[in-house]
């Protein structure tokens, strides 16, 4: 897979309505919520082109059921793939387009994760840009090794992630 990281697209948010959309039809009554997440979701944010999609469902374990129906989507249905609690569908081969990651309602600790990321980087555009700077960087560096562009900005994530968590959690007590 070759990493390519662009300025970001007003269309993104359009890719993510859309396909949400045939999620929706999909996981019918099962979903309660469903996010736009990722660094596409982040207006301004340099990102690989592939729209991250969170749904919130009732009962995890019934997203099973759902998965030819995605595969009619062109999702390929990967399980939890490395994340407790988590369904992980994605979509595009090579060329990824749309990563699903399903969570149950009662998984507070990822949908609060993701949610966090999101919005402070919304709210905290030099954060933003850094974040998005480290990653074009890492994508010219190495253009065709995921391990070293995911190793690049591990330390980052994992701090920002810290400071996001610390600030969402005194957002919402306001």
Known sequence: MYIVVTDHRDHWKQLFSEESRRIKHIFGNELIDIHHIGSTAVPGLKAKPIIDIMPVVRNI????????????LGYE?????????????????????????????????????HLAVRDYLRMHPDEADRYG???????????????AYMDGK????KEMEKKALQWYQTDQES
Request: glycine share 8%; net charge negative.
């Open 61 to 72: 374990a019934k997203v099973d059921s759902f998965n030819d129906q995605m595969a009619g």
């Open 77 to 113: 249905c990967m399980g939890e793939f490395g994340m407790e609690g988590r369904r992980y569908f994605r979509k595009g081969g090579d060329h990824r387009t749309h990563q699903v990651h399903v969570f149950q309602e009662t998984n507070r600790e990822d949908i609060t994760r």
């Open 133 to 147: 700077d480290l990653k074009a960087n890492l994508a010219k560096q190495f253009p065709e090794n995921v391990e």
């Open 154 to 157: 591990d330390a980052f994530v």
